[in-house]
């Protein structure tokens, strides 16, 4: 197993490296963005209408943090069951999503798209959002505040801790 370093802007790059099993220090912009979130966007898609981030090259958590305390940058922040998206991450990997951030494994269709689009899913640990929210920088809602918790977020990443939950090649840590 491998540990890197890396900045979203250069996920694409680094995915043909990445294994199932290396350990991530991510840092730069990550978008939040679950089950509710998700559904507006594939409607704004099918309209053709703009969205609230470019989906190309994007990092997406799937996380809806708790409300920011006095004096930090965001509340608890820990990942969501991935598979919640999963009927909307095969087509957000087509059209460009570089990464994901969650829990838990994924379907076929999604680990199928990860390959074909050269995209990595990426596994934060549960059960541990007021730690990770220590490596969160910056939170600002973008799209969607009606939905709360669930709006769309812009973070900022700073050494975030990861692991390659499912890489390029379509290596898995749920097939262990």
């Given at each position: 197993?491998?540990?890197y ?23 730069g912009?990550?978008y ?33 943090p ?60 549960g ?50």
């Amino acid at each position: 197993m491998a540990e890197y370093k890396i900045n979203t802007s250069k996920i694409k790059e680094f995915a043909e490296k990445l294994r199932a099993g290396d350990t991530v220090l991510l840092s730069g912009t990550v978008y939040t963005s679950r089950d509710a979130a998700h559904k507006r966007i594939k409607e704004l898609i099918d309209k053709g209408q703009p969205l609230p981030y470019d989906l190309n090259g994007a990092s997406i958590y799937y996380a809806g943090p708790t409300p920011t305390p006095e004096g930090l940058a965001i509340g608890s922040c820990g990942p969501t069951t991935s598979s919640r998206m999963d009927k909307f991450a095969p087509e957000f990997l087509d059209l460009g999503l570089a990464a994901m951030i969650g829990k838990g494994p994924r379907s076929k269709e999604v680990i199928d798209a990860i390959i074909r689009n050269g995209a990595v899913y990426f596994c934060a640990v549960g059960g541990a959002g007021a730690v990770a929210s220590k490596c969160i920088t910056s939170c600002e809602v973008i799209a969607f505040e009606d939905l709360g918790c669930e709006s769309v977020k812009r973070l900022e990443f700073k050494d975030f801790p990861l692991i390659v939950g499912i890489d390029c090649h379509g290596n898995s840590l749920f097939n262990i």
